[in-house]
Every structure is written in structure tokens, then in C-alpha cells.
């Protein structure tokens, strides 16, 4: 059964930080891609930062350049999010996704954590 299980979520003030993480299982995490997406109220989905199956290659959004920070622990199923400098627009339910390195098969999603900016 997979399963990708987000935490680390919470409420902080602007200028602070929070890590998130997402643990994986019932797949081969390291033969995956992953990403965190997040998803304000009212808006679509975006996407945040992507990490390649072997950790090598980052790429972030505007909005997370110089900010955030996307690793991977491929020996923990884990992929990580740290958030820095947070502002209230960060303010949104966070979601990572697992989408298959090479094959054109079903990607996987996580419920989500939330993130609250507030004073």
C-alpha cells in the first residue's frame, strides 16, 4: 500500500521556519522524483520544488528561490522541505507528490500539512 505521509506543518510568525517532511512507503522511493506542491485557499495548486530520484538536481519556484530547501533521504523514504524567511503568503496546505523517474506511470500524492504565516 503507498503511502506518503506529510508532517511538520504548523502555525509560525513571519521571518520564522518550519521543516517539513514526507515519508514514504509501499514503493521504491529512490527509483522517484519528488515534489512539494502547496495550495492556498481559493487558489489552484502550485508547484514548489522538485528533487530528482537521486538527490543531484533541485528546482524551485520563484516564490521559494533563496528561501527554501528540498533534500531527500533516500535511506529514510524521506523527502524534506525547510522554509525559511516564511511570509503570509506561504500561508497554505502543503503536499508532496512521488512521480516515477522514467516510466509514464500514476504519481503519488500525500494529504497535506498545513502551514500557517501569521504574527
Known amino acids: 500500500q503507498v503511502q506518503l505521509v506529510e508532517s511538520g506543518g504548523g502555525l509560525v510568525q513571519p521571518g520564522g521556519s518550519l521543516r517539513l517532511s514526507c515519508a514514504a512507503s509501499?514503493?521504491?522511493?529512490?527509483?522517484?522524483?519528488m515534489s512539494w506542491y502547496r495550495q492556498a485557499p481559493g487558489k489552484e495548486r502550485e508547484l514548489v520544488a522538485t528533487i530528482n530520484s537521486y538527490g543531484s538536481i533541485t528546482n524551485y519556484a520563484d516564490s521559494a528561490k533563496g528561501r527554501f530547501t528540498i533534500s531527500r533521504d533516500n535511506a529514510k523514504n524521506t523527502v524534506y522541505l525547510q522554509m525559511n524567511s516564511l511570509k503570509p503568503e506561504d500561508t497554505a496546505v502543503y503536499f508532496c507528490?512521488?512521480?516515477?523517474?522514467?516510466?509514464?506511470?500514476?504519481?503519488?500524492w500525500g494529504q497535506g500539512t498545513q502551514v500557517t504565516v501569521s504574527p
Open positions: 509501499g514503493f521504491i522511493f529512490s527509483f522517484y522524483d
Open positions: 507528490k512521488a512521480a516515477h523517474r522514467s516510466l509514464n506511470t500514476k504519481n503519488y
